[in-house]
Every structure is written in structure tokens, then in C-alpha cells.
């Protein structure tokens, strides 16, 4: 395959694989060429596919990280509410002591920030293994996008299971459920089209060529 000229490697092999270099002369290769490994090549559906999956994920880590500017003063609201309502429905209910609330509101900070962190970071490696263009990640990329459809999908299930039961609506900010649903459409739109990229071309929709 290889001869030593005295100051590197050099291929015994002619670009056609059909000849080999003896030292002295070229001479016909009695056996086809060895192959290399089974390489991958981009698309024209490549690049669409990753900036729609980088823009994706960065437009969801800069969500995520700016939820402490303005989450929980939105959700301690929507928390009010829904204990003057439960107040004014159960009037003789007995109220949590300030202690288990303070306790509870800790325990939902630390979760809260921990997950913005998990967030974020999740985010970040979707953005890398896309432009790398790992074969492995495709997979779990699409496997992220359909839980991100489940949580969406739950979370709307959910809101419209507790409005059905008060009798009027009992959920988060109208704005919020909005993008609950935006979150659930886009998340499902982008894990088929990594479906159809995967079956028709490849990972990343990228194409099997021969090395």
C-alpha cells in the first residue's frame, strides 16, 4: 500500500487503484483496491437543517436565561390568584403555615434555577453537535425535540384539564400558553423534518459516499 522514499510515506497505489508501484515499475493491480471506510458528504438540506435546529435551541436558551428577570414575579401572581380563588370557593380551609410556604418557595427556587442552568446547557451542545455535524447527535437531538413536544403538549393538556374542572379558566397568562403551543408546533415540525433528513439522506442529511 505504502513505500518509504527516503523522506515520507508515499502511496504505492495509482489514483485508479489499478496499478502498483513495485520500486521500479508500475504493474497491474491482481486484486481490487482496498475501500476505506464509508464517509458522508453534505446536502443542500444540510445547512437549512442546521441553522434551523441551532436557531431552535439558541432562541430557547435566551428564553430560558432571561426567566429570572421576570418568571417569578409572573408566577407568584398567577400563584395569588389561584389561592384568593380557592379562599373565596373554601372559605373555612385551613391556610399553610409561613414557614411550610417559606420552605416551599426556597425548594422552587434552587429547582427553578437548576433547571434553567440544565436549560441552558442542553442548548449550547445542540448548537455544537449541529455544526459539527455528529452523526450520533442527530438522534439525540431529535430525541430532546419530542420530549420538548410532550412537556409542551402535557403542560397544555394540563391547563385545559384544571379549567374544565373550575369552570373557567385556570392556567398561566394567556401569553404564556401561547407560547406553550408555538413551543409544541415548532418542536414537532423540526423533529419530522429531522425524521425525513435521516431517512432520505442521512444524519444531518447528509449522503453516504465511499472514502
Known sequence: MYYWDGAKWQSALSHDGRQRWNGTAWIPVSQAP??????????????????????WFALQAAYSASQPFWYISTMTQYANTMNQREQALHPGAPTPPPEALASANGIA??????????????????IVAAFRRWTWAHYVVMAVLALEFLSSAGGLASTAAFSALAGEYAGPPGWMVALNLVSALVSAALFALMLAAVAQKGPWAMKKVSA
Open 34 to 55: 482496498p475501500t476505506g471506510p464509508a464517509l458522508r458528504e453534505a446536502t443542500t438540506w444540510t445547512r437549512p437543517l442546521q441553522f434551523a435546529v441551532s436557531g
Open 109 to 126: 427556587t434552587v429547582m427553578f434555577a437548576i433547571g434553567i442552568v440544565l436549560i441552558v446547557g442542553v442548548s449550547v451542545a445542540v
